[in-house]
């Protein structure tokens, strides 16, 4: 079983940055594959990031690509997600996930963190 708790999320501006952090406790960090989700008001969710359990190897959701920065620190057991100028369609309950490396699904989420981006 693995804890995932996010924080960081808040109202700003369009054009600030935020740093989200997701902090995870149960199982050993390093085998989890990592990932950020967000969601929307009467939106599916929608992936935003992932990175493999030693930081590696990075993917991004086009919509994200050069604004947003995903990374980890494994010794703090912490995700990162830099989100850097932010626009009013980024505004949504933004989630981390774990994925063991052994499986294809993430199987542990937190309980989401509002980023709420006025214009």
């Known amino acids: 079983q693995v804890q995932l708790v996010e924080s960081g999320g808040g109202l700003v501006q369009a054009g600030d940055s935020v740093r989200l952090s997701c902090v995870a406790s149960?199982?050993?960090?390093?085998?989890?594959?990592m990932g950020w989700f967000r969601q929307a008001p009467g939106k599916e969710r929608e992936f935003i990031a992932r990175?493999?359990?030693?930081?590696?190897?990075?993917y991004y959701a086009e919509s994200v690509k050069g604004r947003f920065t995903i990374s980890r620190d494994n010794a703090k057991n912490t995700v990162y997600l830099q989100m850097n100028s932010l626009k009013p369609e980024d505004t949504a309950v933004y989630y981390c996930a774990a994925r063991p490396l052994t499986e294809s699904e993430y199987a542990y989420w937190g309980q989401g963190t509002q980023v709420t981006v006025s214009s």
């Open positions: 990175i493999s359990g030693i930081g590696y190897s990075t």
């Open positions: 149960g199982r050993t960090f390093s085998s989890f594959g």
